[in-house]
């Protein structure tokens, strides 16, 4: 290779070059006492430094820069949310989450759920979202400011995210 090879970027995985190949049963005896292990990831674009919520079908861990919480409370008015961290997020539990990166990344793992479960104080998330499928007077976090949805019709939140319906706690 020249470091001028247009068909090169030079760039390589950890790999060695020996005498001879590897024969089939070499190659057997490299994995055979090795468990396979996936770490399947959910990924989304944020703005850094944002508040965003999430709700996945799997338990996940977030990744480094990324913060889960649950609701833990109000305060007298009902105008603030007492927020407390998780570090393992429950299949199907809606979170509310900071991210101080621009890309929020979640470890997957178990088995997915059908549906989602509530929250505390009417936080509820979503795997699929369509039209109207959140309804007039509950909450979404955008920006990191909670709206009052008020046109159902024409609202769609999006997949694997939460709202708020009400704080009755």
């Known amino acids: 290779q020249w470091s001028s090879d247009a068909y090169c970027d030079h760039v390589y995985d950890d790999f060695r070059i020996y005498d001879r190949a590897l024969s089939e049963d070499n190659v057997k005896n490299l994995y055979a006492d090795k468990e396979l292990v996936l770490n399947?990831?959910?990924?989304?674009?944020?703005?850094?430094?944002?508040?965003?919520?999430?709700?996945l079908p799997y338990a996940?861990?977030?990744?480094?820069?990324?913060?889960?919480?649950?609701?833990?409370?109000?305060?007298?008015?009902?105008?603030?949310l007492y927020l407390s961290p998780v570090t393992e997020m429950t299949a199907g539990m809606p979170y509310i989450f900071h991210s101080a990166n621009e890309v929020a990344v979640f470890t997957e793992n178990g088995e997915a759920v059908d549906t989602p479960?509530?929250?505390?104080?009417?936080?509820?998330?979503?795997?699929?979202?369509?039209?109207g499928y959140v309804k007039n007077g509950s909450y979404i976090l955008k920006g990191n400011t909670w709206y009052k949805v008020d046109n159902e019709n024409q609202f769609?939140?999006?997949?694997?995210?939460?709202?708020?319906t009400g704080i009755d706690g």
């Open 60 to 80: 996940a861990t977030p990744a480094t820069g990324v913060s889960a919480y649950t609701i833990a409370g109000t305060n007298e008015e009902k105008a603030l």
């Open 156 to 164: 769609n939140l999006g997949d694997n995210r939460a709202y708020l």
């Open 40 to 55: 399947p990831q959910y990924a989304r674009s944020v703005k850094a430094d944002s508040w965003n919520t999430i709700c």
């Open 117 to 131: 479960v509530d929250g505390n104080l009417g936080l509820k998330g979503i795997f699929s979202s369509q039209a």
